[in-house]
T-cell receptor, first 116, second 114 residues
Framework: DVKVTQSSRYLVKRTGEKVFLECVQD?????MFWYRQDPGLGLRLIYF???????EKGDIPEGYSVSREKKERFSLILESASTNQTSMYLC???????????????FGAGSRLTVL | DQQVKQNSPSLSVQEGRISILNCDYT??????FLWYKKYPAEGPTFLIS?????DKNEDGRFTVFLNKSAKHLSLHIVPSQPGDSAVYFC?????????????FGTGTRLKVLA
């Protein structure tokens, strides 16, 4: 089974701090995604990547950046955390292509970030 | 602009009965639809999917129906069990600048009563 691991389950940070959220997948997936989940808003796509060193903005990229230096690792960076970035952050990965497996996102357990 | 909508934030169903969760979408170019289940403090887990060229897909107690003309899909769970109590998200796959994107709905919290 594909495993997507998010290194920090719970973080508490102060306004203005730089925050790194790390995500590692162990099945050689090309595609990786960062979402945030908020009550009443569902899952919203922040950034995604289809290859090493490649990134594309999702629907809510403002205030975030990402890094994909290695295929298995996709990092989300909050340059200067703000209280409205308090949320559950979810990393996911998938394989590209047109087969059935290609369409399934596998998620990590999530990182709950609180910004004070 | 919410391209994938789940208009019912919550649903309660008696154990053993059918649960029907609904999802509407606006983009006719979506080519694949998925349902995910999420328990508190866990990541979403894949449940079932359907290609836009089909109108039904079944997997055990779970069936997804797609009505392309109405831009509507639904997830049926029969019989419902207390362990099915979770938040259910529908998701649609589309393309942006030639790359795939997955758009999620806002979720429906299902409570199955014993």
């Amino acid at each position: 089974d594909v495993k997507v691991t998010q290194s920090s389950r719970y973080l508490v940070k102060r306004t203005g701090e730089k925050v790194f959220l790390e995500c590692v997948q162990d099945m050689d997936h090309e595609n990786m995604f960062w979402y945030r989940q908020d009550p009443g808003l569902g899952l919203r796509l922040i950034y995604f990547s289809y290859d090493v060193k490649m990134k594309e903005k999702g629907d809510i990229p403002e205030g975030y950046s990402v890094s994909r230096e290695k295929k298995e690792r996709f990092s989300l960076i909050l340059e200067s955390a703000s209280t409205n970035q308090t949320s559950m952050y979810l990393c996911a990965s998938s394989v590209p292509g047109t087969g059935l497996r290609a369409n399934v996102l596998t998620f990590g357990a999530g990182s709950r970030l609180t910004v004070l | 602009d919410q391209q994938v909508k789940q208009n019912s934030p919550s649903l309660s169903v008696q154990e053993g009965r059918i649960s029907i969760l609904n999802c509407d979408y606006t983009n006719s170019m979506f080519d694949y639809f998925l349902w995910y289940k999420k328990y508190p403090a866990e990541g979403p887990t894949f449940l079932i999917s359907i290609s836009s060229i089909k109108d039904k897909n079944e997997d055990g107690r779970f069936t997804v129906f797609l009505n392309k003309s109405a831009k509507h899909l639904s997830l049926h769970i029969v019989p419902s069990q207390p362990g099915d109590s979770a938040v259910y998200f529908c998701a649609a796959r589309g393309t942006t600048s030639g790359t795939y994107k997955y758009i999620f709905g806002t979720g429906t919290r299902l409570k199955v009563l014993a």
